[in-house]
């Protein structure tokens, strides 16, 4: 079965540094997503990106944070900054879009582990 | 989205069924119920989904009522590598994309 790769799995940075955290989505699927998660807390939505351009993003996904899908496979999340409190779980996660009678489930990659030191 | 309601906890043992359910008293029309199944350093997975009645599929069955207002995952026979977080969303997805809106989820422990 076809899965969302996530690269590195574990990324540690200083603080202030830029960091950018690398996904291959499912090959047919059009729509992508990150999501964060820290520690002991809930899965908590970033972004949705679809046709190259964002589609929504939350609160937490201010001007430090960028996606980007350079290429026909990959698709990046680059915070600029980095603070302390960006170290969590980042999850990317794919889906081929609305089906006709149902809606198709997101995949996710396993995520990064990004710690700030 | 609607907003969902799912105990925090659950025990069980080797080869029982466990059942985990959901309230959603707020679901729309449009909405439809997915579960998803996360185990430590480990992405989400789906495991089902549906809109009404009932859904099997080779590792759950999702009872929803008529009134569609709860739903229940069924887990037969579970296995201690069932432990894991357990995750019910409810939401129409319409435009193509959406986001899912995680809320604390299940915490699944299977015993010897």
């Known amino acids: 079965e076809p899965e969302v790769t996530q690269t590195p799995s574990h990324q540690v940075t200083q603080m202030g540094q830029e960091v950018i955290l690398r996904c291959v989505p499912i090959?047919?699927?059009?729509?992508f997503y990150w999501y964060r998660q820290i520690l002991g807390q809930k899965v908590e939505f970033l972004v949705s990106f679809y046709n190259n351009e964002i589609s929504e993003k939350s609160e937490i996904f201010d001007d430090q944070f960028s996606v980007e899908r350079p290429d026909g496979s990959n698709f990046t999340l680059k915070i600029r900054s980095t603070k302390l409190e960006d170290s969590a779980m980042y999850f990317c996660?794919?889906?081929?879009?609305?089906?006709?009678?149902?809606?198709?489930?997101?995949?996710f990659g396993d995520g990064t582990r990004l710690s700030i030191l | 989205l609607a907003k969902t309601t799912q105990p925090i906890s659950m025990d069980s043992y080797e080869g029982q069924e466990v059942n985990i359910t959901c309230s959603h008293n707020n679901i729309a029309t449009n909405d439809y119920i997915t579960w998803y199944q996360q185990f430590p350093s480990q992405g989400p997975r789906f495991i089902i989904q549906g809109y009404k009645t009932k859904v099997t599929n080779e590792v759950a069955s999702l009872f929803i009522p008529a009134d569609r207002k709860s739903s229940t995952l069924s887990l037969p026979r579970v296995s201690l590598s069932d432990t894991a977080v357990y995750y019910c969303?409810?939401?129409?997805?319409?435009?193509?994309?959406?986001?899912?809106?995680f809320g604390a989820g299940t915490r699944l422990a299977v015993h010897p």
């Open positions: 969303l409810v939401g129409a997805f319409s435009g193509g994309y959406n986001k899912l809106i």
């Open positions: 996660a794919s889906t081929q879009g609305q089906g006709l009678r149902s809606n198709q489930p997101q995949h």
């Open positions: 090959s047919n699927h059009l729509y």
